[in-house]
């Protein structure tokens, strides 16, 4: 499957542990809307990717920021 | 709009396989690659999902151009003397052309990617080079060694060669440098040493 570059958001967060991991997984498998969604743990960015025809970078971050979790989006 | 960019790409891949070399998998970051390739750690996540998956592409890239370059002009059914010497001079030549490419598939082969990167990259290869030595076998044209044997044999005299080569000095710091005359008289004994 290709991607089209212009549905990958990237965001700086502050997830950094498994449990965060899991709870960012609740939020983000929930929606339709995310096609995919990855987080590198071992960066210092905990930079998570997520790949979406539909959602804005806005919206991610207010998500994130409703459970919790500090997201900036990185460009 | 961003663009995937595939000049840059190269580029990336490049740099990466020069940082995995001279600083080793540990001091290997997706921000330093991004810092020394020129672009933003956004762009490097857009080509790759993250570490893990970077290493693995640069890996099995680094395994399928080593497996084309190697069956070059080869056939697993040639006489075992002339695939063999088919083998020592496209290994050579790949060596002697990538030889950072080398170091760094050495380093991800043993890093905790290095099953998913070989299984990946040399697919079918090994197949044809298990298939070349039961046939020259069957035709007695091989002896029947275990495969450590044959290997550390058929093999390992050109990987020291190489070795030599990419260090520019030989056994108590002798200048050394790879030729094809050398070469060839180093196969010339194992041929020797692995015929009936």
Known sequence: MTIDVSNILIFKTNIQTEFDKLRLKYVLDASHKVLKWSIDMEDVDHVLRIVSDSLT??????????????????? | MRTRDSKKE?????????????????????NKLAQASGISVATLYIYYRDKDDLIKKIGTDIGRKFMEKTLQGFDSKMHFAEGLKKQWENRAAFALKYPREIACYEILRHSNHGEVITDESL???????????????????????????????????????????????????RPFKFSKKIMEETFRLVLKSLTP
């Open chain 2, 123 to 173: 697919k079918g290869f090994k197949e044809t080079m298990s298939v070349f030595t039961h046939n020259a076998i069957k035709n007695k044209e091989l002896i029947s060694v275990p495969v450590e044997v044959f290997w550390s044999i058929a093999y390992g005299p050109l990987y020291t060669l190489l070795r030599f080569h990419e260090e520019g000095k030989s056994i108590g710091g």
């Open chain 1, 57 to 75: 970078p806005d919206q991610i971050i207010s998500v994130l920021d409703y459970v919790g979790f500090e997201c900036a989006e990185l460009d």
């Open chain 2, 10 to 30: 190269a580029l990336v891949i490049r740099e990466a396989i020069e940082m995995l070399v001279r600083d080793g998998f540990q001091g290997f970051s997706m």
